[in-house]
């Protein structure tokens, strides 16, 4: 079985920064991907960055700039990805899922964290 668990989420001012974390553990061999999603209400889940296997990384147009992803696979039987979010906006509010997708093109997800931009 594969786990992911996120955290980090919360409430913060318009302009604020936030740190997301996602451990991701279990039989997970080897990762072709890891990235975070976020879902607003009312809205279809989107991709805000991803961090393929040989470290290029890619961002929704809205967020270049103000967030960054980055990844420890330093650990034997732990993943991690982070998601730095600066100068956040109203517009970036929304529950935010880790994702990884391995080798063999399988996915798995988180339970999701919610983010609340508001003054």
């Known amino acids: 079985q594969v786990h992911l668990v996120e955290s980090g989420g919360g409430l913060v001012q318009p302009g604020g920064s936030l740190r997301l974390s996602c451990v991701a553990s279990?039989?997970?061999?080897?990762?072709?991907?890891m990235g975070w999603y976020r879902q607003a209400p009312g809205k279809q889940r989107e991709l805000v960055a991803e961090?393929?296997?040989?470290?290029?990384?890619?961002?929704?147009e809205s967020v270049k700039g103000r967030f960054t992803i980055s990844r420890d696979n330093t650990k034997n039987t732990m993943f991690l990805v982070y998601l730095q979010m600066n100068s956040l906006k109203p517009e970036d509010t929304a529950v935010y899922y880790c994702?990884?997708?391995?080798?063999?093109?399988?996915?798995?997800w988180g339970q999701g964290t919610q983010v609340t931009v508001s003054s």
């Open positions: 279990g039989h997970i061999f080897s990762i072709d991907a």
């Open positions: 961090i393929t296997s040989d470290g290029t990384r890619n961002y929704v």
């Open positions: 994702q990884i997708v391995d080798i063999h093109g399988d996915d798995y």
